[in-house]
């Protein structure tokens, strides 16, 4: 059983795979208290791994993202590999905080308190004016600083411009008032 927050479909809005159809899974639940978290997840429903399956089956993407709360409390191999062997790009939304199955597709880390994590393939940071000297040689494929509930936006594209190893990430689904 697992205990899921809710099941949707739309547009990635953020990070490198910004624009791209997916189906969300978001898991309830999280081991950190951020005071700028903006998710709902407390509320779920528990959900066996095939009703899960079902579910997703009616959508036709492929690219599946796995969020939360932090989705890591609740993920295993068997259901990452039943969702490989049924074509999904696997992209994981987390804190870093704890281990994931090897078999994802790809790792999106929001890491807290400038602890790194074991492995991110994306770093996506809520930029708060703290230092980012941490993750500057962290191998990873893509970094990117989004603002702090779109309150300051003009000093992120101010940071990014002046270190270009970074890009800007807009959370576009919330300019554009989708889910
Ligand atoms: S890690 Fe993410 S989901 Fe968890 S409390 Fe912090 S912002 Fe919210």
């Keep these: 059983m697992k205990r899921i927050n809710e099941i949707f479909y739309s547009i990635q809005g953020e990070g490198f795979f910004a624009g791209t159809p997916a189906v969300f899974v978001r898991f309830s ?20 791994d095939a009703q899960i399956l079902q579910a997703l089956e009616q959508f036709p993407a492929r690219h599946l993202v ?32 704890l281990s994931l199955p090897p078999e994802v597709s790809w790792v999106t880390c929001s890491p807290k308190d400038s602890l790194l994590p074991e492995r991110a393939d994306e770093l996506k940071i809520v930029y708060t004016g703290q230092d980012l000297s941490p993750y500057e040689h962290f191998p990873c494929q893509y970094r990117s600083l989004q603002p702090c509930s779109c309150a300051n936006t003009d000093e992120v594209i101010q940071y990014v411009l002046e270190h270009p190893q970074w890009c800007l990430s807009v959370q576009w689904h919330k300019y554009l008032q989708i889910p």
Excluded at 30 to 46: F, G, P, S, W
């Design 29 to 48: 639940g999280c081991n950190l208290q951020c005071t700028y978290c903006d998710t709902d997840h407390a509320a779920y429903v528990q959900m066996e």
């Design 66 to 97: 796995l969020t939360g709360g932090e989705p890591s409390l609740q993920l295993d191999t068997s259901f990452v590999d039943e969702l490989r062997s049924r074509g999904y790009f696997v992209q994981v939304e987390t804190n870093g905080t």
